[in-house]
């Protein structure tokens, strides 16, 4: 008799044998480590373990060699993906242990826990269901299931660990859990007691709080299994389940009452699969990760062989002299004492992470928790991405993604990353075309992002990274075919069918372009044509025309053919330039910001669209700015929209300064309101405008003598307008205009940003040549330009003589600086010369090089 059924048999007054039942701590390394030297200690017949039956086939897998954890069973309704479940498993799960050790001793491993057909057929209004992709409500808990707290369903539902951490007097379950089990290992004398201990709280826990419906229903479908082994392999049966079901498992029912609690439940047709998990969704409150707030410190404890806060401290280390911070041997020596110390005060057995994360911030961080942020992320919880192999069952979308990952050497990663693509080389520009599919179907493996050095459109930046519910996105886009390519373009063409408005249509359009669709464009561009012609709304028109414009710039690089996108995009820019006008009268502050968004929007759609179109489209950009002459000369448009086209029409070109200074003063003039000449102000100056003023000191002038001639009882109805538009300017715009203001800009009249206030510091009248001319030898210096400046043939000019080409330590050459010098300017010196500044100031001197 072992001796777990030695004890139970004390305990139950001499009873027969019965099964081993070991309750434990979903994702805790010391129930991992309880788990394999109970099953080494009792050498069970066959092994049980909390998980969907329907997984049985799928655990021999899990001895394959390109089965790494942490990975996850994946079940999803057959008729519906998006509705799954995961069970996920880490190295140190204790049901991932047990799942190997079966394994390697030739022993059976079943699955015993509710199907997944009645998991994902469970009503939306039980307590913890989960029907859109999250994890079944089952695997709820820390260490197991249990009641305390009122849930949607009606039940209540508790966390055991902390109450029992309370009732010892801790106010962190996590620190409990670490000091009774993690710190104190697997029982050395008898491989069962911590299970026997864990399996009598957890009854107390049952008979003060009850148990919920749902876990009362799993219960009797794992007696039923748990029977049904016995009479199998004649008793020598091991459980492996939380520990909340241990006192269930153990209670005296009959599998009558057993089978009435499993009548009538709802289900569904359900398929499973391995998928790769990561340690940073384990630290998210659900599923059978809820609670884990460390598992990458739960990993390392897992699998260190000893001295696990030496080994944990060194990691941190090598961590942060990775980010070039200096941490040195020393440092870890005094971590680890100081975390040994911290335990002994706190009078905990061993250092937990608490006492090494208290460590680092003294020892290693000086005090700062910025690096710890870092040691958090990164080791703490980790991004450890697992790995499933090629045998795992998939559906065979997945099967060509996977193949197209490795044909593109683009790996899934759990960390995120950036990569550049250069669309000119073969390979990268299929790695976009396949992250375009992807997120045209819903699988956000990346995300576009601005390119750093670079604007053209041959060149893309992506941030990707891989999380574990994108193989849900995955199954969910087999509905529109069996290949990423087949897939992206059934999607494509059946969103534009079902598409609202014009601007989906058009941004799908260049979506499409962007994924390389060219099946699906005739289907894009027939409904595209067909709701442009159709859609009246100058403001949808205004939205749509920028993406169709994007999207012929990509023809030349991508190698697709815009043709159609060309007159499609000349006809709706023409539509706008008929509708915009009307459009713009009578608008509220509201719709007149917005319509001002839809005038820059098109102003750089026909910026783009000119460059591309043939002759045969006429000169778009000539229209446009007889379209902004009409919105900036009428008194109906809202002064926002007027501003902003004087200002468009001021950067083309089209009109002259005199002329856009001339309509800023009727704008401003005594007769406009304040609130109107405020927005006239915020659509001129607005979005980068400070720069024209400070080159333009008229058109500040213009906007100071109105600003400072508003009435007081105006002045707080314009100040918001003109808050946000001058808040907008960068510090040094800010700063440069306050000092014109400062000195009264413009006040004489004169147009030149050069012109200035006689006598005011810093400035004057004219350009001073001297003072200029003065900065050029440290400038050629700067620039390495020492033979384009040679110095003067000795005799050519005064001062050139032996005193002035070398001095004592200096080698002969020609000198970098001025090679003239004046009367008591520093003659007789190498290298040094001086130039007389305005009024005679010796102060402009520069040191010169003899090379």
């Known amino acids: 008799m072992t001796g777990a059924e030695r004890n139970e048999g004390e305990r139950r007054g001499g009873a027969g044998a019965e099964p081993l ?9 010391g129930s991992a480590r309880a788990v394999r030297a109970a099953l080494e200690a009792a050498r069970p017949s066959v092994v049980l373990i909390e998980g969907p039956p329907e997984a049985d086939a799928l655990i021999p897998l899990a001895a394959d060699e390109g089965m790494r954890p942490p990975v996850a069973l994946l079940a999803h309704a057959v008729d519906e993906p998006g509705r799954s479940a995961f069970w996920p498993l880490a190295g140190f799960s204790p049901e991932w242990v047990a799942l190997r050790w079966a394994l390697a001793h030739g022993v059976p491993a079943r699955f015993i826990d509710l199907p997944a057909t009645h998991t994902l057929a469970w009503e939306t209004d039980t307590a913890g269901e989960s029907t859109d992709g999250g994890e079944p409500a089952g695997a709820e808990g820390c260490a197991e299931e249990g009641t305390a707290e009122p849930s949607a369903g009606g039940e209540v539902r508790v966390d055991p660990l902390a109450v029992l951490a309370d009732t010892a007097g801790y ?3 996590e620190r409990w859990w670490e000091d009774v089990v993690e710190h104190r290992g697997a029982g050395r004398t ?4 911590p299970f026997l201990v864990l399996e009598e709280a957890m009854g107390a826990l049952r008979e003060t709080y009850g148990s919920s419906h749902r876990d009362l229903v799993r219960e009797a479908h794992m007696r039923l299994r748990v029977r049904a ?4 392999f004649a008793d020598r049966v091991a459980v492996v389940c939380g520990a909340w079901h241990v006192p269930a498992l153990r209670q005296r029912t009959t599998a009558t009452a057993d089978r009435a609690l499993l009548k009538g439940l709802p289900k569904v047709k359900a398929d499973m699969t391995w998928v790769p998990w990561t340690h940073r969704r384990l630290s998210r409150f659900s599923g059978y990760g809820a609670g884990i707030d460390s598992p990458g410190w739960y990993a390392h404890l897992f699998g260190v062989p000893d001295r696990p806060v030496e080994r944990w401290l060194t990691k941190v280390a090598g961590l942060l002299r990775e980010e070039d911070r200096i941490v040195s041997s020393a440092h870890v020596i005094e971590a680890v004492r100081l975390a040994g110390t ?6 905990r057995p061993l250092p937990g992470l608490s ?16 690096p710890l942020a870092l040691v958090h992320d990164r080791l703490v919880v980790g991004d450890v991405l697992g790995e499933v192999p090629e045998a795992a069952p998939a559906v065979p979308l997945q099967r060509d993604l996977s193949r197209l990952q490795r044909r593109l050497r683009l790996k899934p990663e759990a960390l995120e990353r950036e990569v550049e693509l250069d669309l000119r080389k073969e390979t990268d520009a299929g790695r976009s075309r396949l992250l375009h599919r992807l997120r045209l179907l819903g699988v956000g493996w990346g995300e576009p992002t601005a390119s750093r050095g670079s604007t053209g459109t041959f060149r893309e930046t992506w941030r990707l990274r891989w999380e574990p519910e994108l193989s849900v996105r995955v199954a969910e886009a087999g509905v529109w075919g069996t290949t990423v390519l087949a897939a992206a373009t059934a999607k494509a063409e059946a969103d534009a069918v079902g598409a609202d408005v014009l601007a989906q249509v058009t941004a799908l359009a260049e979506r499409c372009l962007l994924a390389g669709l060219s099946d699906a464009l005739p289907v894009v561009m027939r409904v595209l044509a067909d709701r442009a012609a159709l859609d009246a709304d100058v403001g ?4 749509a025309l920028p993406a169709l414009v994007r999207s012929l710039r990509y023809g030349d690089v991508r190698g697709t053919d815009t043709e159609a996108l060309a007159g499609v995009a000349a006809g709706l820019a023409e539509r706008v330039f008929v509708g915009l006008p009307p459009a713009c009268a009578a608008l509220d502050a509201d719709a007149a910001e917005e319509m001002r968004r839809h005038v820059d929007a098109v102003h750089t759609a026909v910026g783009l669209l000119g460059d591309t179109l043939d002759a045969g489209h006429g000169d778009l950009r000539a229209r446009w700015h007889g379209v902004l002459r009409v919105l900036s000369g009428r008194d109906s448009v809202p002064g926002v929209v007027r501003g902003r086209a004087v200002r468009l029409l001021l950067d083309d070109g089209a009109v002259v300064q005199d002329r856009a200074a001339r309509l800023m003063g009727l704008a401003l003039s005594p007769g406009t309101p304040p609130p109107d000449a405020a927005a006239w102000i915020e659509g001129f100056v607005g979005g980068g405008g400070g720069m024209l003023l400070v080159h333009d000191e008229r058109l500040l002038g213009l906007v100071d003598a109105w600003l400072t001639g508003v009435p007081a009882d105006a002045f707080t109805d314009v100040l918001p307008l003109l808050r946000r538009t001058f808040s907008a300017y960068e510090p040094g715009v800010r700063r440069t205009l306050g000092e014109l203001v400062r000195r009264a800009p413009g006040g004489d009249g004169r147009t030149s940003g050069t012109t200035a206030v006689a006598g005011a510091p810093g400035f004057a009248a004219h350009l001073d040549q001297d003072r200029a001319d003065a900065v ?5 210096l700067l620039l390495g330009l020492d033979d384009a400046v040679p110095g003067p043939p000795p005799g050519s000019a005064p001062g050139a003589g032996p005193d002035s080409a070398s001095a004592p330590g200096i080698g002969p050459g020609p000198s970098l600086g001025p090679s003239s010098s004046s009367p008591g300017s520093g003659s007789g010196r190498s290298g040094r010369s001086g130039r007389s500044g305005p009024g005679g100031e010796p102060g402009d001197e520069f040191e010169g090089v003899a090379v």
């Open 355 to 370: 006492e090494t994360t208290d460590a680092v911030r003294a020892v290693m961080s000086d005090g700062s928790d910025v």
């Open 190 to 193: 008898d491989a069962f007691a």
């Open 540 to 543: 949808h028109l205004a939205q």
């Open 229 to 232: 082994a016995r009479r199998e």
């Open 21 to 29: 039942l070991l309750g434990v701590r979903h994702h805790g390394p």
């Open 342 to 347: 911290l335990a002994a005060m706190r009078g």
């Open 171 to 173: 106010d962190d379950p």
């Open 776 to 780: 050029l030898p440290v400038v050629r």
